[in-house]
């Protein structure tokens, strides 16, 4: 167990849907990361944030927001559902967000869109 | 174009035996490069983290290696054992916050 909670475990919706997956940091980490994990793409950064504040972006489409709140939990909010965003999305967190730092990932949501 | 590349895709070993993943980048500019290893269906977990000036770094059985020139890396199994199936991933770090995975070898140890 990484310390890194993610909910909810797997989350079935419909094209054109919007959904919003949820992350805890492990105690005490500052920054979280966001990650896709599709079957044909593989693992895919998406964005980090730290202490509320966005810190860097990846491959993340504009259909996709984020946000960190004051008490360091984030969510990840995907809108206008394609079938390609099926996928696993896996929550990362560490310490202060310093390039060296070891992540550590929540068990993921699997997401199905139909 | 940054990339990352493993090799082989899938292994096969018995248990017991040694084991060598291959990881090539041609990411510039290098930060880090990290090995994951992640079961089925669950969250990578961290192996190694390793910076420009690192050769070799060990978590156990695991071992990596770098070499920063040719931009290769390895990571070495000892005396495989049935919980080291699973995918192997190699991540390279930009220096720009961004991560560049690979698409990992499969590995399954049999008894």
């Known amino acids: 167990d990484s310390g890194v909670t993610q909910t909810p475990k797997h989350l079935i919706t419909a094209t054109g849907q919007r959904v919003t997956l949820r992350c805890s940091p492990r105690?005490?980490?500052?920054?979280v990361y966001w990650y896709q994990q599709s079957l044909d793409q593989g693992l895919q950064f998406l964005i980090q944030y730290y202490n509320g504040e966005e810190r860097a972006k990846g491959n993340i489409l504009e259909r996709f927001s984020a946000q960190q709140f004051p008490d360091l939990h984030s969510e990840l909010n995907l809108s206008s559902l394609e079938l390609g965003d099926s996928a696993l999305y896996f929550c990362a967190s560490s310490g202060s967000g310093a390039f060296q730092e070891t992540q550590y990932f929540g068990p993921g949501t699997r997401l199905l869109v139909l | 174009k940054n990339q990352v590349e493993q090799s082989p895709q899938s292994l096969i070993i018995l248990e017991g035996k040694n084991c060598t993943l291959q990881?090539?980048?041609?990411?510039?500019?290098?930060?880090?490069l990290r090995w994951y290893k992640q079961d089925t269906g669950r969250g990578p977990v961290s192996l190694t983290i390793m910076t420009f000036s690192e050769n070799t770094k060990s978590n156990g059985r695991y071992t990596a290696t770098l070499d920063a020139d040719t931009k290769q890396s390895s990571l070495h199994i000892t005396a495989s054992q049935l919980s080291d199936s699973a995918s192997y991933i190699c991540v390279v770090n930009s220096g720009t916050y961004k991560y560049i995975f690979g698409t990992g070898t499969r590995l399954k140890v049999l008894a």
């Open positions: 990881c090539n980048y041609t990411v510039s500019p290098f930060s880090n």
């Open positions: 105690s005490g980490d500052l920054s």
